[in-house]
């Protein structure tokens, strides 16, 4: 990745939320972790905008509100039996989080080469941002609606902004796709990354990039980058 230095901020709020601990989805039950993972957090910014030229790297996210719990029960099918039954889902309700980001060129498709524009994404993150996002906002599972409002990162008050730490432990961090491998041991691979011993100073979490964590390849992927060629499956800024 190449860093296009630029930083953005805004705020994701919601009735729910479901940042799922993976241990907890053997049998159909799942239980959140108490903040947003790094993916999550990607993905709901992939909501707001997102193109194949860059990738988003989360910097912060800071807890507004109360880390509370709810129960829910949810029909699904058995993960075992394949039959419907009704599973206990553990969300967390009345979030609030602020996030401070930025975007890098992603060195994987170099044929996106004349399409790295701080300034086009830049503004079009702006203003998707302003406007609500271009698709559904889902914090953590779809039925988890969220909404997404500029901010101005470290303004307003936080519920944690007066406890020096909240320990989280070790959470599962991310995926590193093929697509956007860092280094050789990650190319053509699908690899999950896990962080270790994570820490909430004053509301406030700084994520380590997906190459500090602790990797897991999972499986090798072939053809795994998908590329994009002029006017057969992109557009040049001329042509929109």
């Known amino acids: 990745m190449s860093e296009a ?6 705020e994701f709020y ?35 905008y997102w193109k194949p030229t860059f990738e988003y790297v989360i910097d912060k996210v800071r807890v507004m509100n109360e880390i509370r719990t709810q129960n829910i029960g949810t029909k699904g099918l058995s993960y075992n039996e394949g039959i419907k039954s009704i599973f206990n889902h553990t969300k967390l309700c009345d979030v609030r ?6 975007i890098e060129w992603n060195l994987n498709h170099p044929e996106l080469e004349t399409d ?16 609500g996002g271009r698709q559904d906002v889902f914090l953590g599972t779809r039925d988890c609606m969220g909404y997404v409002v500029p901010a101005v ?15 989280i432990g070790n959470m599962y961090h991310s995926i590193t796709y093929p697509d956007t491998a860092f280094d050789d041991a990650t190319k053509d691979m699908l690899t999950v990354n896990f962080a270790r011993d994570v820490v909430m ?40």
Request: net charge neutral; with cysteine; glycine share 8%.
């Open 14 to 48: 919601g009735d729910y939320a479901l940042f799922s601990e993976p241990l907890t989805r053997v049998g159909g039950e799942k239980f959140t972790y108490d903040v947003p993972t790094y993916e999550a957090i990607k993905g709901m910014l992939k909501s707001v």
């Open 116 to 131: 790295r524009s701080l300034t086009k994404h830049g503004t079009i993150i702006e203003r998707c941002i302003d406007k």
């Open 153 to 167: 990162f470290g303004m307003g008050k936080g519920f944690y902004d007066e406890v020096p730490e909240y320990y």
């Open 97 to 102: 989080y602020q996030v401070l980001f930025h």
């Open 201 to 240: 100073k004053n509301g406030v979490i700084t994520f380590l990039r997906p190459e500090e964590c602790a990797h897991k390849p999972v499986r090798e992927v072939k053809n795994g980058i998908k590329t994009y060629e002029d006017r057969k499956n992109i557009d040049t800024n001329e042509e929109i």
């Open 5 to 10: 230095t630029k930083h953005f901020a805004c």
